[in-house]
């Protein structure tokens, strides 16, 4: 049998792993070299639920062989229940702009026009997936438009701990009777996605349908910069970012931050306009600053949520993982404790 937990040393929390025969205090450390060099120096143990933190020798892990044995990676929320040693809350937000879709391509006002990806979003989408496919997900929020969704769910599919991504419709009684899931590891082998008209792209108005560079001739340049980036100014009967804020951003503080602060990790698949108001409000912008914020499409961006406050991890346009993200400790246990389930 092989188990695993986690164990600090020197500083350094390391995820390890250990093999039992059926002699259970015949135990041997497979994937620690710090401890072989060092076992009968002090080392603290984390072990959930069954102590806080103390010194051990490797001769107390052999004699305690239900130590430690984890079948997935601890919330963060069920960490020891002794104050001093639980670590604040900390969470994942990854805010995925959708790929493509057939009215980028063709550059055309498209707001809360329903368009699909284009070929070359959907392979945006799977390689957003690639990127993140090693960071926790507990839920998913989409808007209501295809192209959030096609991107959330391609994404999902390459995600390595094989969840399977299930659209949550919740928006009568029926639908969701007629949806219920009535067994519950297929429940927990699941993304649950859910759906959010609050996070459609901004309605575009009058221009929804007209391409940006004729009506940058007709109007001038500065008049649709001013309608497409500005903060208060609306584009012809349409919402301006202000206006899309309110209903993105409220939808975020209500919904999606809970989750956040309880310790569930969570992805958000939208649009260029709802996510800059997000990315607004997470990363206390001015209305000044927001001008200039550009989202490209199907690239994930990753936050840290904690004590309340969100941090950026790096921008993900490097080649390898570790360019891409700056992963957290409780980030990197998950990815190695993905790294030996399938091994
Ligand atoms: O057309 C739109 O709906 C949006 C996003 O594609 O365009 P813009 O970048 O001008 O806000």
Redesign the pocket.
């Known amino acids: 049998m092989i188990s695993s937990g986690f164990l600090e040393f020197n500083g350094a929390v390391q995820v390890y792993n250990h093999a039992c025969d059926s002699n259970p205090h015949n135990v041997s450390l497979i994937s620690l070299p710090v401890i072989r060099k060092g076992f009968d120096s002090d080392v603290r143990l984390f072990r959930r639920g069954i102590c806080s933190m103390r010194n051990f020798r490797l001769s107390d892990v052999c004699a305690t062989p239900q130590v430690s044995i984890m079948n997935h990676i601890t919330p963060v929320s069920d960490w020891n229940s002794d104050d001093s040693m639980r670590p604040s809350i900390e969470t994942a937000l990854i805010l995925i702009r959708h790929g493509e ?1 057939m ?2 391509e063709k550059n ?4 809360s026009v329903d368009v699909p990806l284009t070929r070359r979003g959907v392979e945006e989408a799977i390689e957003a997936g690639k990127r993140i496919s090693n960071l926790p997900i507990d839920y998913v929020y989409t808007s209501a438009l295809i192209r959030s969704q096609m991107t959330a769910v391609l994404a999902l599919i390459q995600h390595r701990c094989k969840k399977v991504p299930i659209i949550i419709h919740n928006c009568n009684e029926q639908a969701e009777a007629w949806s219920q899931i009535y067994s519950d590891e297929a429940r927990k082998q699941s993304f649950p996605v859910i759906r959010a008209w609050q996070l459609n ?2 309605m ?1 108005g009058e221009l929804q349908g007209l391409n ?1 560079q004729e009506i940058a001739k007709r109007y001038g340049e500065e008049q649709v910069h001013e309608w ?2 500005s903060y208060e100014i609306p584009p012809p009967e349409g919402e301006s970012l202000q206006m899309c804020s309110q209903r993105a951003v409220g939808y975020f503080k209500e919904h999606i931050e809970p989750h956040l602060q309880s310790g569930k990790h969570v992805m958000v698949a939208a ?3 709802t996510l800059r108001s997000i990315i607004m409000y997470l990363e206390k912008l001015t209305s000044r600053q927001v001008i200039g914020l550009e989202v490209s499409t199907g690239v994930p961006l990753l936050y840290i949520y904690k004590e309340g406050t969100f941090m950026k991890r790096g921008s993900p346009v490097g080649s390898s993982e570790a360019g891409v993200y700056a992963l957290t400790r409780n980030l990197a246990l998950y990815r190695q404790k993905l790294d030996e389930m399938s091994c």
């Open positions: 879709s009215w980028n055309l006002f498209t707001g792209e901004r575009y940006k497409r980036r649009h260029a306009n």
